[in-house]
């Protein structure tokens, strides 16, 4: 039996667009897969967006050979009556064993789904810890150049120690059930992606990922998301290239988007090449069996998504 390394040594993945660009707007899966597939994307991703009403032009397309299919984020597709993007909607940290049932049992319909489709990998959202949400008022100071200020470095101090009290349950919580569900991923030919997570709250902590990856099985990897290592580089909690650097032995792929930040505050799922991330610097942690998603903003036109992908590959190049 072929090990998690093994098996993804198998396939040399071009890059992938996620749905997250499109599915909002169309009615039939098919059709949005071939939107996709006439940029030039031989792989697509299937996102947190995806309505159930989708599903069957999808399989439609994957079995005609009309794409394939890279990913899938979870929840995909969407639980019933949801119609809109809601990768939180149920957290494997929730204190009420009825969420967590539920986020138990809509992964393994993400996981059912994946292995309809043939994908190598579901990304992961891992819960967090329950406290204010830090990360726009922090933003907002960046974007007045608050950020070598004492108000500036007592508020990280504060949500620093209000998550390390609270995160004791809230990570056993989330390990336990990865590791479940990387028992269902494993026979199905599976891995699963750990995100790295934009929000300060949010499991796993930056700091932990490296200890968090080695208490669970090895086809659970590193998901490295570029927006999100920016916008918490910007902020002041890590370095980016550095976070690559120190888990590429377990890193599986990237959702690759750029940050723009201006008076508002920072905007993410940008095209890639319009904003501060170095793609440049982080071309040598970058390997041709890594999965490579573009995650872009539904707002971005078709001609901007095509230079976007022509720049990532003039930068990592084409595979």
Known sequence: MLSPSDCIRRFVFMYSLSTCWNSG???????MLREIRDLGFEYAELSHGIRISLVPGIIEAVEAG????????NFCP????INHPAPNIFKFTAEDARERMSAW????????????????LVVLHCGEVTMRDYNEKLEAMVARGDQDSSRYRRLVEEAESKRERGKEQAVHLALEMIQRIAGEASPRGLLLGVENREAIEEIPFDYEIPHFLAQLPDNVRYWHDCGHAQIKENLGFVQHIMQVEELAPRLAGFHVHD???D??????????????IRYDLLRPYVRPEHIKVLELSPGIPPEAVRKSYE????VWGAE
């Open 78 to 81: 969407l639980p019933i009556g």
């Open 311 to 314: 720049f990532i590959r003039s």
């Open 263 to 276: 008076a508002e505050g920072q905007h993410d799922h940008c095209p890639p090449g319009t904003g501060s």
């Open 25 to 31: 707007r169309h009615t039939c899966g098919r059709q």
């Open 259 to 261: 940050v723009v930040a």
């Open 66 to 73: 009309e794409i394939r299919i890279s990913t899938l984020h």
């Open 105 to 120: 049992k809509h992964t393994l319909k993400t996981l059912e789904m994946a292995e309809r489709v043939k994908a190598r």
